[in-house]
């Protein structure tokens, strides 16, 4: 935990008694506090103050004393939020996560059945090159749905 003011390490690992016995607090770098001014359609962060600092990529120089390999980093989380919580969320799952929990299981159960009929059809009757158009097709409807997907969701 940082001071968002000083930069200053406030603690390390509250909730993590182990860790926080591997890793005193004094050997943690600060962060660098930057001006930073809010205007109506941007915010401007005066990074001149960094000219010729060294970057921390983490590893090595994470630490003052330059030699461990472990990265702290500061929990972001949503303001409001419990910062313990990775999802950010209240712990409720309203009635859109069950919907979506009953369609994908249905989609699943019916594109396994329509793959397993489809398969067993083309065996049966000995048309290997049918089997094989098949599944390119099939494979390329579910690659077709899984891609518009993730792209819907990340609009």
């Given at each position: 935990?940082?001071?968002?003011?000083?930069?200053?390490?406030?603690?390390?690992?509250?909730?993590?008694?182990?860790?926080?016995?591997?890793?005193?607090?004094?050997?943690?770098?600060?962060?660098?506090?930057?001006?930073v001014?809010l205007?109506?359609?941007?915010?401007?962060?005066?990074?001149?103050?960094?000219?010729?600092?060294?970057?921390?990529?983490?590893?090595a120089?994470?630490?003052?004393?330059?030699?461990?390999?472990?990265?702290?980093?500061?929990?972001?989380?949503?303001?409001?939020?419990?910062?313990?919580?990775?999802?950010n969320?209240?712990?409720?799952?309203?009635?859109?996560?069950?919907?979506?929990?009953?369609?994908?299981?249905?989609?699943?159960?019916?594109?396994?059945?329509?793959?397993?009929?489809g398969?067993?059809?083309?065996?049966?009757?000995?048309?290997?090159?049918?089997?094989?158009?098949?599944?390119?097709?099939?494979?390329?409807?579910?690659?077709?749905?899984a891609?518009?997907?993730?792209l819907?969701?990340?609009?």
């Open positions: 935990m940082f001071s968002l003011k000083t930069g200053e390490v406030l603690d390390v690992y509250p909730n993590n008694p182990v860790l926080k016995a591997l890793t005193p607090k004094d050997s943690i770098a600060n962060l660098k506090i930057l001006p001014k205007t109506q359609d941007a915010i401007l962060v005066d990074g001149s103050e960094l000219k010729g600092s060294v970057f921390s990529r983490g590893g120089d994470s630490s003052l004393e330059n030699n461990n390999v472990f990265y702290s980093e500061p929990r972001v989380y949503v303001e409001g939020t419990d910062p313990n919580d990775p999802m969320s209240d712990g409720q799952a309203g009635p859109g996560v069950a919907a979506n929990a009953a369609t994908l299981v249905t989609s699943l159960l019916g594109v396994a059945a329509l793959s397993v009929g398969t067993a059809f083309f065996i049966l009757n000995e048309s290997y090159v049918g089997l094989g158009v098949f599944w390119a097709v099939g494979f390329a409807i579910v690659a077709y749905y891609y518009t997907q993730v819907s969701k990340e609009e």
